[in-house]
Structure formats: structure tokens, C-alpha cells
């Protein structure tokens, strides 16, 4: 198992701001910044195809073939899906030696619109499957790539691709500059929310590019509970249950012959019981008002399918108010062998304090559980809310300024979720004024772009020779 030995998050954060820019610049002499643009495969390089059927292993089987069959859609829907081969690849990279909270999946598609507690719209990264403490350069890696690999795939050229990877990460790394020279409380109150997105974007965007985010606001915030309820559901004997969707989405009574399935309705009911304990006590109040009515299986994302994950309707004041939980399956992170296991044993509690740590704010129905199930196996899983004002990009349909634009935000996003955990003061030192790191990973992200569409086309190689099973299915 290889390891990076990297800095604790929070070792230098009781010294002085002096000391602790003096270890960034002292990280640049270990790691100079423009060793990250270098990316070449190591000779002993793992299969990455091994990679994928390993964790195959312990998934639904029948659920297996959807993965493949999305994943050799295009090389963007392939890397949606190989966090694991990237990890093995950026184990063998340099780093600062600085570390930071990990997201471990930072492509684009996981920065989206999200609805605070509060009811405000906000710009914040969605998912944490993958969180570790690890070297933060490895978010930024990941991002950037995903967004060589989205431009190529709209026919950028070399020139636009470096621009919007450029864009990135200089938003990132003057982002972190400035959080460097914050209080701790200023960086914890920071987020992005509609305004501030659409300030921070007003000067880059065109008219049209405009009128598209507006509308992008507004589409994210009918995305809610009802919108999903309308959708999802059919009134079956005159109460709501969940419809079928069949393989996406089955409910528990398609699934299971009758006693199977009352066992597991009461572990469910179970589940959500005790889950409610992870809760702040006013949201558990909040939860204990409601009653759980349906359960159905659902697949998600792309990396993601195989893993279980349910959805349970449940429903309050009467017929007409629902709450959709979603719980989805939280295995060991990808990151862990190579930065070190979770301190948290329960890895649905390790999904949960990633996000929250990272997240300017969080589902306010976030929380975990452990969970045995009907083969005697006890899994770890994480709830939120299946859907509340969800907003996701759509960079197939972006012009080179507008991908520019976004990439901008999310770096500024990625460094505030940094800057939260790692020694901001640090890394900013580490990143400096000068554009060396910048331009070190507009190399990397074209090179590792051309690796992923090594592993992609094995993919595709492998499926049409009959070695993994594909179904086609609608996109997720």
C-alpha cells in the first residue's frame, strides 16, 4: 500500500501566520510547483479495468452492467466513474506534503446548485463518497482534467481548453490567497450562494450566457420535494406510493417475496429511527413528525452504480406533504490506500463530516447509519434528502467563455471547501502570486485527459471482446 506522507490538516495551525507561509515556501523547494505538470504512467501501473471489476465485487451484480454500459458512453462518463483508477494514478505524484479535507471526486458534474436550510440557493460541491484527508493538490488535479476532458468532447481546441484549465485553477489559487489572509471565522461564513454567483459571473458572461444561468436559478429551485413527489409517485388504493421505473427504479414490493420484504420494511423503519439520533435535535424532532409510507431501490450517478442506495417516501401533515430520504450505501473510500484509513469506523459517518466540513452548509437532513441486511452483512450507509432545489451543469451545451466562467467558480468553491480543513495560510504561500502552478496544470490536465481516454477505449475494448457484461439504459 502506498502512502503520502503528507502534513496533519491542523499541525501548523496554532503557529504564527509567518511560520506557517514559511512551510509553504518551504514545500516548494520538496515539491517545486512545476513538477505537477508531469504525468506519466507508472510502469507498474495497475490494470485500471482491475480496478473497476474489484469493486464490482461487492455490488448488486444484476446492477453491474449498467455501470459498464454508462461508462463506456464517452471518456466523460467514463472518468465520472474511475475515481478509484485516478487515485492509483495521483498516488505516485508530488505533493506539498500539505493536506487538506478531500472531496476524492472533484470533477465538474459534482459542483452544482444546492438549497441551504435556510432556503437559499446555493454553489457548493455535492458529493463526498470519496472524502480522506489527503494532499489537496489531488481536488484540483481531478478538476481540472474533468474539464480538459468535457472541452474536448465539445470540440474545444488546444488553445480555448488552456484557457478555461488556466481559469480554474488561478481562481483557486487566488481564492486561497485571500481566504490566507482571513480570520477563521470570515472563511467559515463564506459561500456562494445566487447573488454572489451571479456577481461573480456577471463580467465574464454575455448576454445570453446570462439569461441561461438565470434560467438555471430558477429551474434548480423547482427541482423540490413536490416536483420529485409529482414525478416519482403513483396513488395506488387511494394513498402515494413509489411507481416503478424498472432497472432504475424498483419499489421493495417488486423486489422481495412478502416476508422478505415486511423484514425489511422493518429494518427500515428501524434505520430511520436510529439514524434520526445523528441529527441536531431539532431536525430529529422535524423527522419524527413524519411517517415512512414506501421503499424503492434506486440507481445513481455513474461510479456509483452497484452500490445500494434506497429511497423511502414518507409523508406528514397528511397525503400532501412528503419527505423524500434518500440512504445510499458508504463503502471504503478509493483514497484510503493510498493516504491512509478513515478515522471514523462507521464510513457513512466518515461521507457526512466530509461534507459538512467542506460544505458552506449542508442537507439538514444529513446524516448515518450501520445497517444489517437480510444476508447477514452489515453495511454503512448515509441519508439525506433525495432532492431539494438540485441544480447541475450542463457543459455539453457550454461555449468556451461559459465553461471558462463555471471552471472560475468552482475553483473558487474547491478553495473555500480547502481552506475550511487544510492550513489555508500554507498552501496559499505554497501556490504564490506567480501563474507557476497554473500553468503546470494545464499540462497535467491534457495529459491525464489522454490516459483517460487510453482507459475508456479498454473499456469499450473489453465490453465489444465480452470480458464485462454492458446494458444500455437511459442516461441518470
Known sequence: MT?????????SLHATPEERAALGKEARRRSPRSGHAVY????NRRDPLEILEAQSE????????????????????????????????????PDSGISAQLCGDAHLLNFRLLASPERELMFDINDFDETLPGPWEWDVKRLSASFVIAARANGFDDAERARIVGSTVRSYRKAMIDFAGMGNLDVWYTKIDADRLTALTADQLHKKGRKKLDRALTKARSRDVLQAFGKLTQVVDGRPMIAADPPLLVPIADLLPDAERAALERQFKSLIERYGVTLPSDRRALLEDYQLVDVARKVVGVGSVGTRCWIFLLLGRDGG?????QAKEADTSVLAEHVGASRYR????????GQRLMQATSDMFLGWERVEGLDGK?????????????GIAMPETMSPRQLETFGGVCGITLARAHARSGDRIAIASYLGSGDAFDRALVTFAEAYADQNER???????????????????PAD
Open 455 to 473: 482507459d475508456h477505449q479498454a473499456l469499450v475494448d473489453a465490453v465489444r471482446e465480452g470480458r464485462l457484461p454492458a446494458e444500455e439504459l
Open 321 to 325: 406533504d412528503p419527505l423524500f430520504l
Open 378 to 390: 452489515r453495511r454503512d450507509f448515509y441519508i439525506r434528502q433525495l432532492r431539494d432545489w438540485k
Open 3 to 11: 502512502q503520502h506522507a503528507t502534513t496533519t490538516m491542523r499541525a
Open 58 to 93: 461487492t455490488r448488486v451484480q444484476e446492477l453491474v452492467p449498467i455501470r459498464y454500459g454508462r461508462m463506456t458512453e464517452s471518456p466523460f462518463r467514463f472518468y465520472r466513474g474511475a475515481a478509484a483508477i485516478m487515485a492509483s494514478d495521483l498516488a505516485g505524484s
Open 40 to 43: 506519466e504512467p507508472s510502469p
Open 346 to 353: 462507521n464510513q457513512g459517518e466518515r461521507v457526512v463530516a
